[in-house]
């Protein structure tokens, strides 16, 4: 690792030590001399801390000084999971700390072991939203992320008699030790009350008179780049109570209810939605959303005012990025601070907007976009109706001049949805008004340019670009996996892939050595047991080492299929207990492994995960079956979680019916760790396979001009017998819960099985089986474990960061000197 840095603290291990022992006694606080491991981490905590606001703030005012183009990305979701060994590692201070706590009585991994996760977000996008914080602080790039401090984050799920139940994630409750609260940075945030028009000097102006006003506080979090000095910033808004504002309601005479009302206020920043696929147009999300953007929006056009006297290059100073539809009110709260606030023109703000705003969407079905009723709005922000309606009109006009009056394509092209309710569409919106639209990988795009959003792409080809996911390999290997990181560096000679991955390829050369075949296995069995031990602890389930531990970890959905993969299980326990005694010797063992959350309101998938606890309460204590076969269900599947299982996974699962997968990054992290792909032709794993070559994965399932033409077909398609026969099985009772899991058989049932997991099952198991033979042969299966890690270089978030800066934003990086 790199060497120290200069700045105020020292960083050696007796004066870390020193202010370790510093925080537990003023700032924990509890006696120097008797702390526990929890306390310890606080401590340690606080000494990063001290050490990430040095570099933060030289990097600010390096910025400032610069005055570069900068990029503000804006999620409502970010996925953070724990910051200690992160942080630490990418200072470079990893060694020093570990020696530090030990001379003190502790272990740097038990420490770091304390902390709860920052669980500020769903799946994948808001994972994939962390990891392009940590690559661009890494390569430099002058970048600020933004979003919403959220009380209680993604909920705990606890499983119960096999069912999922959710409970409270206040994440918060032990203090945050890595924010920084900005008392003194806080904006007012409106909502509802009247829109009123004045003629000032002959030009129309709009005054909005709120009916409702809330504060939003900023809370910084430091985001070290690695390999550099580079600090940048994510700063997340909490709602308070408005200071000056509601003072009146108190000269009503109603003390108690005044202060409660107040109060309320706070209720919009804390809970996480907890869903990732459907919008419901609740008020309560539409306030979150734009009380976001709104703090976020003014914040920004203050710092560019602070240095700037007129707007006239905003546009080539600052890049906004909207993560998915959720942030782009944006749009039209820029509109309003610029025309009535800054007292601009329409035209001019108009060219702002398009030129700052870019969209990347991380869905691929049309029903799963974000609507709003045009009524929830109008009383929400009545000044924002005005000025969507009005881009709407502008756009209108501008369409048919360019195609006619086809009224069909421009009432669906329309940012407004007529009908007996009247709703707006957010995707259109962020169409419309950013220069680019953004796919999460090259199949997405296909599907956004011939489905979802076939007309715009008609009409501004240009305006279309893919941009394939990355994850970090910062915190996907070198946190996750010392010992393969180790590995890594020492075949490659070089600590350099760290930061540039491409490096990775290096180990081609090397996949058949028989001395690195050897250590790779040694570290792959030391991670598989470090699995092992916490599957007994979470689930009692003792599993063998010498199985090969199949994994498939993330979000419970139906074009998931984790269905498939529970009846492919069901099939291998048929299979086991129908064979002769001596056959039984030929049967690879497997430990399957299944972890992620439901929804809460998802009935289907919460049956999936019943399903999985029952059919492994039979196969796991059947004494036929013994270590042949085990199912194990992960509960309360998390980033530190994935940092546990992922390393020790020999193989990963992803399913997705072909076209249903934006990108995937899950996919990635696997690759990234030696662990064989067992997957369909969809989303990123198209790339990883020109990438890894498809004889080094497991592909299998109908790809997707296929699913088009047997959906066309209405899906006659007849299923497998063994498909019948599993199937058969559950809806027979075998597992129990006969009438619990009739409905999710039915899902799967000839005509109805849109995902086609009867389709896909026959070549589903083909896959699996060529999965067995290879895992017999431990050479031919390590060298595939060796090439996957050696591919997996284009699919870091680096990779991601640095197309995006140079083909979306526009930015450069500006490198703090030392
Ligand atoms: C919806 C309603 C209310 C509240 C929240 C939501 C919502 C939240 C997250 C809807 C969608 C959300 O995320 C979608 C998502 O995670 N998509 C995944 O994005 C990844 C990163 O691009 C891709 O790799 C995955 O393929 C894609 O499914």
Same mark, same amino acid.
């Given at each position: 690792?790199?060497?120290?840095?200069?700045?105020?603290?020292?960083?050696?291990?007796?004066?870390?030590?020193?202010?370790?022992?510093?925080?537990?006694?003023?700032?924990?606080?509890?006696?120097?001399?008797?702390?526990?491991?929890?306390?310890?981490?606080?401590?340690?905590?606080?000494?990063?801390?001290?050490?990430?606001?040095?570099?933060?703030?030289?990097?600010?005012?390096?910025?400032?000084?610069?005055?570069?183009?900068?990029?503000?990305?804006?999620?409502?979701?970010?996925?953070?999971?724990?910051?200690?060994?992160?942080?630490?590692?990418?200072?470079?201070?990893?060694?020093?700390?570990?020696?530090?706590?030990?001379?003190?009585?502790?272990?740097?991994?038990?420490?770091?072991?304390?902390?709860?996760?920052?669980?500020?977000?769903?799946?994948?996008?808001?994972?994939?939203?962390?990891?392009?914080?940590? /690559?661009?602080?890494?390569?430099?790039?002058?970048?600020?992320?933004?979003?919403?401090?959220?009380?209680?984050?993604?909920?705990?799920?606890?499983?119960?008699?096999?069912?999922?139940?959710?409970?409270?994630?206040?994440?918060?409750? $032990?203090?945050?030790?890595? +924010? &920084?609260?900005?008392?003194?940075?806080?904006?007012?945030?409106?909502?509802?009350?009247?829109?009123?028009?004045?003629?000032?000097?002959?030009?129309?102006?709009?005054?909005?008179?709120?009916?409702?006003?809330?504060?939003?506080?900023?809370?910084?979090?430091?985001?070290?780049?690695?390999?550099?000095?580079?600090?940048?910033?994510?700063?997340?808004?909490?709602?308070?109570?408005?200071?000056?504002?509601?003072?009146?309601?108190?000269?009503?005479?109603?003390?108690?209810?005044?202060?409660?009302?107040?109060?309320?206020?706070?209720?919009?920043?804390?809970?996480?939605?907890?869903?990732?696929?459907?919008?419901?147009?609740?008020?309560?999300?539409?306030?979150?959303?734009? $009380?976001?953007?709104?703090?976020?929006?003014?914040?920004?056009?203050?710092?560019?005012?602070?240095?700037?006297?007129? !707007?006239?290059? !905003?546009?080539?100073?600052?890049?906004?990025?909207?993560?998915?539809?959720?942030?782009?009110?944006?749009?039209?709260?820029?509109?309003?601070?610029?025309?009535?606030?800054?007292?601009?023109?329409?035209?001019?703000?108009?060219?702002?907007?398009?030129?700052?705003?870019?969209?990347?969407?991380?869905?691929?079905?049309?029903?799963?976009?974000?609507?709003?009723? @045009?009524?929830?709005?109008?009383?929400?922000?009545?000044?924002?109706?005005?000025?969507?309606?009005?881009?709407?009109?502008?756009?209108?006009?501008?369409?048919?001049?360019?195609?006619?009056?086809?009224?069909?394509?421009?009432?669906?092209?329309?940012? &407004?949805?007529?009908?007996?309710?009247?709703?707006?569409? @957010?995707?259109?919106?962020?169409?419309?008004?950013?220069?680019?639209?953004?796919?999460?990988?090259?199949?997405?795009? +296909?599907?956004?340019?011939?489905?979802?959003?076939?007309? !715009?792409?008609?009409?501004?080809?240009?305006?279309?670009?893919?941009?394939?996911?990355?994850?970090?390999?910062?915190?996907? &290997?070198?946190?996750?996996?010392?010992?393969?990181?180790?590995?890594?560096?020492?075949?490659?000679?070089?600590?350099?892939?760290?930061?540039?991955?491409?490096?990775?390829?290096?180990?081609?050369?090397?996949?058949?050595?028989?001395?690195?075949?050897?250590?790779?296995?040694?570290?792959?069995?030391?991670?598989?047991?470090?699995?092992?031990?916490?599957?007994?602890?979470?689930?009692?389930?003792?599993?063998?080492?010498?199985?090969?531990?199949?994994?498939?970890?993330?979000?419970?959905?139906?074009?998931?299929?984790?269905?498939?993969?529970?009846?492919?299980?069901?099939?291998?326990?048929?299979?086991?207990?129908?064979?002769?005694?001596?056959?039984?010797?030929?049967?690879?063992?497997? @430990?399957?492994?299944?972890?992620?959350?439901?929804?809460?309101?998802?009935?289907?998938?919460?049956?999936?995960?019943?399903?999985?606890?029952?059919?492994?309460?039979?196969?796991?204590?059947?004494?036929?079956?013994?270590?042949?076969?085990?199912?194990?269900?992960?509960?309360?599947?998390?980033?530190?979680?994935?940092?546990?299982?992922?390393?020790?996974?020999?193989?990963?699962?992803?399913?997705?019916?072909?076209?249903?997968?934006?990108?995937?990054?899950?996919?990635?992290?696997?690759?990234?760790?030696?662990?064989?792909?067992?997957?369909?032709?969809?989303?990123?794993?198209?790339?990883?396979?020109?990438?890894?070559?498809?004889?080094?994965?497991?592909?299998?399932?109908?790809?997707?001009?296929?699913?088009?033409?047997?959906?066309?077909?209405?899906?006659?398609?007849?299923?497998?017998?063994?498909?019948?026969?599993?199937?058969?099985?559950?809806?027979?009772?075998?597992?129990?819960?006969?009438?619990?899991?009739?409905?999710?058989?039915?899902?799967?049932?000839?005509?109805?099985? !849109?995902?086609?997991?009867?389709?896909?099952?026959?070549?589903?198991?083909?896959?699996?089986?060529?999965?067995?033979?290879?895992?017999?042969?431990? +050479?031919?299966?390590?060298?595939?474990?060796?090439?996957?890690?050696?591919?997996?270089?284009? $699919?870091? /978030?680096?990779?991601?960061?640095?197309?995006?800066?140079?083909?979306?934003?526009?930015?450069?990086?500006?490198?703090?000197?030392?």
């Amino acid at each position: 690792m790199f060497g120290l840095m200069n700045g105020f603290l020292k960083n050696d291990p007796y004066s870390l030590q020193k202010d370790i022992l510093d925080h537990v006694e003023f700032t924990v606080p509890r006696s120097r001399f008797s702390f526990d491991d929890f306390e310890a981490y606080q401590a340690c905590a606080h000494t990063v801390k001290d050490r990430l606001i040095e570099r933060w703030h030289d990097t600010q005012m390096y910025f400032k000084r610069k005055d570069p183009k900068r990029l503000y990305f804006l999620s409502l979701e970010f996925l953070m999971g724990r910051s200690l060994s992160n942080s630490v590692i990418n200072m470079g201070f990893q060694d020093q700390y570990a020696e530090a706590l030990s001379q003190l009585g502790f272990d740097f991994e038990v420490v770091a072991e304390q902390e709860a996760d920052a669980a500020l977000g769903n799946g994948g996008l808001a994972r994939f939203s962390a990891c392009q914080m940590d /690559s661009l602080a890494t390569l430099d790039y002058p970048a600020w992320g933004y979003g919403l401090r959220y009380q209680y984050g993604l909920f705990r799920q606890v499983i119960i008699d096999g069912y999922q139940h959710e409970q409270p994630d206040y994440w918060l409750n $032990f203090g945050n030790p890595w +924010e &920084i609260e900005r008392v003194h940075v806080s904006y007012a945030v409106k909502f509802h009350g009247t829109v009123e028009e004045k003629t000032i000097d002959g030009e129309v102006r709009h005054d909005w008179v709120p009916g409702e006003m809330v504060e939003a506080v900023a809370y910084d979090n430091p985001i070290p780049g690695y390999g550099t000095r580079n600090t940048i910033n994510l700063r997340l808004w909490a709602a308070k109570p408005s200071g000056e504002y509601d003072m009146e309601s108190f000269n009503t005479g109603d003390y108690i209810n005044s202060v409660v009302n107040r109060q309320n206020a706070e209720t919009i920043s804390n809970v996480l939605y907890p869903d990732d696929r459907s919008h419901q147009g609740k008020e309560l999300r539409l306030k979150q959303q734009y $009380f976001f953007v709104s703090a976020s929006l003014q914040d920004i056009v203050r710092r560019f005012k602070d240095s700037h006297p007129n !707007f006239e290059n !905003f546009s080539e100073k600052i890049a906004l990025q909207l993560n998915d539809t959720h942030p782009s009110l944006a749009i039209a709260e820029l509109m309003r601070i610029l025309i009535d606030e800054e007292h601009l023109k329409w035209n001019t703000v108009w060219k702002i907007v398009c030129d700052v705003f870019s969209f990347t969407t991380h869905t691929v079905s049309p029903e799963s976009l974000e609507k709003i009723p @045009v009524d929830l709005l109008g009383s929400l922000l009545p000044r924002h109706l005005q000025i969507l309606y009005d881009i709407n009109f502008k756009f209108m006009e501008d369409l048919k001049k360019k195609i006619g009056l086809d009224y069909d394509r421009l009432a669906r092209m329309s940012i &407004i949805k007529e009908g007996a309710v009247k709703q707006i569409r @957010v995707a259109n919106l962020s169409i419309v008004c950013s220069h680019t639209v953004i796919g999460v990988s090259r199949a997405h795009l +296909e599907l956004l340019k011939t489905r979802v959003f076939k007309d !715009f792409y008609e009409l501004w080809p240009e305006k279309f670009q893919y941009k394939t996911n990355g994850a970090t390999q910062r915190r996907w &290997i070198v946190v996750s996996n010392p010992n393969l990181c180790a590995l890594i560096s020492r075949w490659l000679g070089t600590e350099s892939w760290i930061h540039n991955v491409d490096l990775l390829t290096g180990l081609r050369e090397h996949a058949a050595d028989a001395s690195l075949q050897q250590d790779w296995q040694k570290v792959r069995r030391m991670n598989k047991m470090r699995l092992a031990e916490y599957i007994e602890a979470t689930s009692g389930v003792t599993v063998s080492l010498d199985a090969m531990f199949d994994v498939q970890i993330k979000r419970i959905h139906e074009y998931k299929r984790q269905l498939l993969n529970l009846l492919g299980v069901i099939h291998r326990y048929d299979c086991i207990k129908n064979m002769e005694k001596g056959d039984k010797r030929r049967v690879v063992p497997r @430990v399957c492994i299944i972890g992620g959350k439901a929804a809460p309101g998802y009935e289907v998938a919460k049956k999936i995960i019943k399903l999985c606890h029952a059919v492994a309460e039979k196969i796991n204590n059947d004494p036929d079956v013994g270590d042949l076969l085990k199912l194990v269900f992960i509960p309360d599947y998390n980033v530190s979680v994935a940092e546990l299982v992922i390393p020790g996974a020999d193989l990963s699962q992803h399913l997705s019916t072909a076209g249903h997968e934006p990108s995937g990054t899950g996919n990635m992290k696997f690759l990234m760790n030696g662990c064989l792909l067992l997957a369909t032709q969809d989303g990123s794993t198209i790339e990883i396979a020109e990438e890894l070559g498809v004889d080094n994965m497991f592909s299998f399932g109908a790809k997707l001009h296929e699913v088009a033409a047997l959906r066309e077909k209405g899906l006659a398609v007849k299923a497998p017998l063994q498909f019948a026969r599993v199937i058969r099985m559950v809806r027979d009772g075998y597992f129990g819960h006969k009438d619990y899991f009739k409905s999710l058989c039915e899902t799967v049932d000839g005509s109805n099985d !849109f995902y086609l997991l009867g389709h896909d099952f026959a070549s589903y198991l083909e896959a699996q089986a060529a999965a067995d033979k290879a895992f017999v042969d431990k +050479e031919k299966w390590t060298r595939m474990s060796i090439l996957s890690t050696a591919a997996s270089g284009r $699919f870091s /978030s680096d990779r991601t960061i640095q197309e995006y800066a140079e083909h979306t934003w526009g930015i450069e990086p500006c490198r703090c000197p030392f």
